[in-house]
């Protein structure tokens, strides 16, 4: 049974900086592309950024050279780092494994001004 656990949100203040982590079991994800994604409130679900196998890595627009993705697949795991957190960035923070339907419990960023 595959599974993702998301964790390391939380409260900050603006300007503040988060480090997420996504730990998968069930699964070798050293081979398989990993995204994040984040969904504001009243909001739809949007793609953060990406992580393929050998490393290469993209980010929404709105990243702006603010948050960097990573992994570690001897831990299999995947993180998020976020810095120059804005209050636009409070969201419940999910990673998936990209082609699959799996998906984590997510975890809550809120940033306050």
């Known amino acids: 049974q595959v599974q993702l656990v998301e964790s390391g949100g939380g409260l900050v203040q603006a300007g503040g900086y988060v480090k997420l982590s996504c730990t998968v079991s069930?699964?070798?994800?050293?081979?398989?592309?990993m995204r994040w994604y984040r969904q504001r409130p009243k909001n739809q679900r949007e793609w953060v950024a990406h992580?393929?196998?050998?490393?290469?890595?993209t980010y929404a627009t709105f990243v702006k050279g603010r948050f960097t993705v990573s992994r570690d697949n001897a831990e299999n795991t995947v993180y998020l780092q976020m810095n120059d957190l804005k209050p636009e960035d409070s969201a419940v923070y999910f990673c998936?494994?990209?082609?699959?339907?799996?998906w984590g419990q997510g975890t809550q960023v809120t940033v306050s001004s």
């Open positions: 069930g699964i070798d994800i050293s081979m398989r592309t």
């Open positions: 992580i393929n196998s050998d490393g290469l890595t």
């Open positions: 998936t494994i990209l082609g699959s339907d799996q």
